[in-house]
């Protein structure tokens, strides 16, 4: 539990980060390209993706406007769509959507 409390900080601070470090016209700046390797360090995690993806769901509700379009960028860019379809298409998806 202590792990998951640490890497959910560290994974809204990031978000945070990202979100701030946005520049108008540029598809993603320096600083969002550097927070983004951080990001896919923790991807081949289950426990680190589940909870970087329920950190994402619980700030999307916070933010409006264009950081919400930010945060789906980061979202297509971490490949994070990808995992929920592919759990969706396994032989238990019915335990997808009960938790």
């Avoid at 983004?36 to 509700?61: E, H, V």
């Amino acid at each position: 539990m202590k792990k998951n409390l640490k890497h959910t900080e560290f994974v809204e601070k990031l978000l945070i980060e990202f979100l701030y470090a946005d520049e108008e016209g540029v598809k993603f700046s320096s600083e969002q390209k550097k927070i983004l390797k951080k990001f896919k360090k923790g991807l081949p995690s289950k426990r680190k993706r589940k909870i970087m993806t329920a950190t994402f769901f619980d700030l999307r509700q916070e933010v409006s406007g264009e950081m919400v379009v930010t945060m789906q960028k980061l979202v297509y860019k971490l490949g994070l769509l990808e995992y929920a379809v592919k759990k969706l298409k396994s032989k238990k998806w019915y335990l997808v959507l009960g938790s």
